[in-house]
């Protein structure tokens, strides 16, 4: 007779992910519909925030790599990424200079397609982009559904400014962690700061929990 | 890199800078002269490409675009990043 | 020293697992111990972590990291939670987690703030509160192989009635020695007033610096990052010293 466990397993491979509910879990109460995160407010535009001149990448030279802490090397070319399984995840994104945009529409390709096959110890990532931008988060911040490289906003190619031909989206941090411009992901054992958590955000950034400076 | 700035370039100058390191600086830093680490070009600091000025200011060498300061005003500390920058020469009287 | 913990695929590595709760006890009024069964746990190395996640029956669901407090047994995980007041995920654990019902864990998660059987110096424990909870599944590792480096523990807590895991501390083990630290109210008869950890402490009760110890500290942030600096100052190479600080998760 199959175990519990086995059964939610072999469901999952169906296709069907059936939960796993934990008996009388309510969590805090939460309001329907929209939801600011504390000090935030709601906006309709797209502002466009810079560390730097905005890269220019042709297409034909354009590289994902991620590299593991072994030194082991995954690259894709602009071909190969645009042709993996993609989803159009529909997000809020929470900048922390206070803005928030609700369901923006993407396209793109989920970190777990990437990192599914990649032999690795880590507990980090280091994200790189072109023009020498970094950002770094948990590894477990990039899986599950969570994180996205993304090449396609509201139905068109993703422009320049807003970090085309692709960045990275992970909305459940504040999108400076969604780096524009990527190039690669270095997976690491230890924990490296990039480059606003080095001058004084927070080494996490979760929007909820209002983590934008060190020391929140 | 352009030699003439455009808007879609999104920078403005180091004048940018006088207002927010005021709060830090006891001069006007626009006429102080910082060091680039990367290339080593010397210049007052009016002369650097800053974007900004949010999440932060980022102030770039007009020559080889290295990052050379970084100012964060958070709730209750400013933090400035130089390590881009080798070195700052400020004049000692400001008539 | 070069580590990196368990390596694999990642999808097999840090997927969610099943979990249900096969015993429970109390450590102490706030802190339970909670043995959970997980098919297919591929072991773990003392000081690591699992991320636990709750799902509501409307489908809301939030995670949880919890330090792992047992040396690894099969099946067999068993954390230590401490109740926060007024926490989300905590008290539904501590409170009402029952045995069969279950959660999930994905982990072990962690390769810097481990302690190896291989490890052979003397080996200095600092704990703050509940980070005591990884600290002593390095205890209990070593006890399971009959570990024979040196380890001495520097326990701090509020009040004595909030030291985990006291009676498995005073059976004690061969090599390993245990002291006390009491910040708001002490023991009848204890010889010192309630005091904040200080450089004092982590001299007479540590390793001295040249023994060259590594040093486990766990706790809050503001403990462990005062502690890291005394040790500093005490000589202790930094890169000796490995931290983990329970920051302000909300329970």
């Known amino acids: 007779m199959a175990t519990v466990a086995e059964l939610v397993w072999s469901q999952a491979e169906g296709g069907i992910i059936v939960p796993v509910i934990s008996r009388g879990f309510h969590g805090r109460p939460r309001p329907a519909g929209h939801k600011l995160p504390p000090g935030q407010y709601e906006t309709r535009d797209f502002p466009v925030l810079s560390a730097g001149p905005t890269p220019r990448v042709d297409l034909d030279s354009w590289t994902f790599t991620i590299k593991t802490e072994a030194g082991v090397k995954h690259s894709w070319t602009w071909a190969q990424l645009t042709a993996l399984p993609v989803e159009d995840p529909v997000v809020d994104l929470h900048c922390v200079t206070k803005w928030s945009k609700f369901e923006t529409r993407w396209r793109g390709v989920s970190l777990d397609v990437l990192l599914q096959d990649i032999e690795t110890a880590a507990d980090y990532a280091l994200v790189h982009a072109y023009g020498g931008y970094t950002t770094n988060l948990p590894l477990v911040d990039l899986l599950d559904g969570q994180a996205w490289i993304a090449y396609k906003y509201d139905g068109a190619d993703l422009a320049p400014q807003h970090g085309g031909p692709a960045r990275l989206l992970v909305p459940h941090l504040y999108l400076w962690k969604s780096a524009k411009w990527v190039r690669g992901i270095d997976l690491l054992v230890r924990d490296v700061p990039g480059f606003w958590e080095t001058a004084g955000y927070n080494n996490y950034g979760d929007p909820w929990r209002e983590q934008r400076y060190q020391g929140d | ?95 | 020293m070069a580590g990196t913990a368990v390596p694999g695929r990642l999808g097999e590595r840090l997927r969610w697992r099943v979990a249900t709760l096969v015993d429970q006890r109390a450590e102490t009024e706030s802190a339970h111990t909670l043995v959970l069964k997980v098919p297919g746990w591929p072991g773990h190395l003392a000081g690591q972590h699992v991320d636990v996640r709750l799902t509501a029956e409307d489908g809301y669901s939030t995670q949880r990291s919890y330090s792992i407090a047992s040396a690894p047994d099969s099946e067999l995980v068993e954390l230590t939670v401490q109740r926060v007041p007024d926490g989300e995920v905590s008290p539904y654990l501590v409170d009402q987690l029952a045995a069969g019902d279950q959660v999930e864990l994905r982990g072990p998660v962690g390769g810097w703030f481990v302690w190896r059987p291989e490890q052979s110096e003397p080996v200095l424990l600092v704990a703050g509160g509940s980070g005591i909870v990884p600290l002593m599944a390095m205890i209990r590792v070593r006890r399971a192989v009959s570990g024979r480096s040196p380890f001495r523990l520097i326990y701090s807590v509020r009040a004595p009635e909030d030291r985990i895991y006291l009676p498995e501390l005073r059976r004690g083990d061969p090599g390993l020695d245990t002291a006390y630290l009491y910040t708001r109210r002490v023991p009848e008869g204890w010889p010192r007033l309630p005091v904040r950890l200080g450089t004092q402490d982590l001299a007479s009760n540590g390793w001295p610096a040249e023994f060259e110890p590594t040093v486990y500290v766990c706790g809050p942030t503001g403990f462990v990052e005062l502690a890291a600096d005394m040790l500093v100052d005490l000589g202790h190479d930094a890169g000796r010293i490995r931290t983990e600080r329970f920051g302000p998760s909300g329970g």
């Open chain 2, 1 to 95: 890199m352009s030699a003439t700035p455009t808007v879609e370039d999104g920078y403005v100058d180091g004048n940018a800078l006088a207002g927010p390191l005021a709060e830090i600086f006891a001069v006007d830093v626009t006429s102080v002269v910082g060091c680039c680490s990367g290339c080593r070009t010397s210049g007052p600091l009016a002369r650097l490409r800053v974007y900004g000025p949010a999440p932060g200011l980022v102030a770039r060498c007009p020559e080889c675009d290295q990052v050379m300061l970084r100012l964060v005003q958070a709730e209750t500390d400013a933090w400035l990043d130089l390590r881009g920058t080798l070195s700052l020469r400020i004049p000692r009287s400001q008539a």
